[in-house]
Each structure stands twice: as C-alpha cells, then as structure tokens.
C-alpha cells in the first residue's frame, strides 16, 4: 500500500522559516517524480514544486521561487520542502503528492496534508 | 505558463442526472510524441485530499466508476458524471500534469 504521510506543519511568523517532510513507503520511492501541492483555506489547489526522480531537476511554481526548496532523500524514502521567508499568503495545508511514472497521467497518490499557518 | 479555466464554478444536479464540467487550457496540451492530451481530472471532497479520476483527458484511473467520462483534447476538456449519485458531491478540478490546476468546480445535490 501506498503511503505518504507529511510532518512538519505549524504555526510560524511571517518571515519565519520552516521544513516540510514527507515520507514515502509502499512504492519504489527512486522511480517516481514528487511534487508539493498546497490549498489556502476554502480554496483551490496549487502546484507548489516538483522534483525529478534523482533530484538533478526542480521547478517551483513563480510564487515561491528564490523562498522554498524541494529536495529528497532516495535512502530515506522522503520528500522535504524548505520554507523560507514565509508570508501570511503560504498559509494552507501542504499536501505531497507522488506522479505516475508515465508522462502525463497525473498525481496518483497524496498524503493527507500537513497545515501551515503564517501569522503573527 | 498554461492557465486553466474550469466552468462553472458550481453546479447542483438531481440524483441520477447528468453533470457536466468544462476545462479549457491556454494552449494546446497535445503532445504529438504519443498523441495525448496531457489532461488530468481530480475529485476532493470536504476534509479530504484529491484522488486521481481520470487521465490523457479520457483515461479512467483504476477502481473509479464508470459513470465518470472524460473527453476533448487540444484546448478543451470535458468531465462528465452521467449519473449524479450522493458520494459524487465534491469539488472536481482539472489540471495540466505539469501544474497548474483549474480553479475548481463545486457539484452539489439539486
């Protein structure tokens, strides 16, 4: 079975700092594309960042770019995202979500999402 | 960057209707390498996160009903429920596999 579970959520001021982890099991971790996706409260979804199988290629959505970083870990089967300079608009529940490893068929599995909220 | 736009943004539909939800890119996501369009449907409900529903537009991911239909290509999409059941209320979304979700179509019960 499938499974991803994300940590790492919290309550942070703006300009704070913090580090997502998502750790993976069930699948094997090193063929598959990653990707970070968040949902502000009553909102829709948005592609945050993904990452290549090895890691050697990333792209963020223009938002976040030059402020979070997308990494993995292939011997520890996880997934991180860190935050930097958050603002009260990177408030939402940061899902990970695990691409199907053929071209253009989508997220086939998430996690259940861990909530970040930047307030003062 | 491909922009998504979904219509409409809500729907209510009586029990064993037809829903119908459009998706249009920006620009063609037709990829002439295996000719598909790079066009994904997901399904969220309240509380939850999203599953996969259909792929390439009109590719029914495994275990979902048939009673979901995708179809379109190039630049305009179509999610079809041909008969509205309860657990079917939730918030569809289309995307582009590359990123960008549509903004969101809400289904409720008429």
């Known amino acids: 079975e499938v499974l991803l579970v994300e940590s790492g959520g919290g309550l942070v001021q703006p300009g704070g700092s913090l580090r997502l982890s998502c750790a993976a099991s069930g699948f094997t971790f090193t063929t598959h594309w990653m990707s970070w996706v968040r949902q502000a409260p009553g909102k829709g979804l948005e592609w945050v960042a993904n990452i290549k199988e090895d890691g050697s290629a990333k792209y963020y959505v223009d938002s976040v770019k030059g402020r979070f970083t997308v990494s993995r870990d292939n011997a520890k089967n996880s997934l991180y995202l860190q935050m930097n300079s958050l603002r009260a608009a990177d408030t939402a529940v940061y899902y990970c979500?695990?691409?199907?490893?053929?071209?253009?068929?989508?997220?086939?599995?998430w996690g259940q999402g861990t909530l970040v909220t930047v307030s003062s | 960057d491909i922009v998504m736009t979904q219509s409409p943004d809500s729907l209510a539909v009586s029990l064993g209707e037809r829903a119908t939800i459009n998706c249009k890119s920006s620009q063609s996501i037709l990829y002439s390498s295996n000719n598909k369009s790079y066009l994904t449907w997901y399904q969220q409900k309240p509380g939850q996160p999203p599953k996969l529903l259909i792929y390439?537009?009109?590719t029914r991911e495994s275990g979902v009903p048939d009673r979901f239909s995708g179809s379109g290509s190039g630049t305009d999409f179509t999610l079809t429920i041909s008969s509205l059941q309860t657990e079917d209320v939730a918030v569809y979304y289309c995307?582009?596999?590359?990123?960008?979700f549509g903004q969101g179509t809400k289904v409720e019960i008429k």
């Open positions: 979500a695990k691409t199907r490893s053929v071209a253009g068929t989508g997220f086939d599995h």
């Open positions: 390439w537009a009109s």
């Open positions: 995307q582009h596999p590359l990123g960008t």
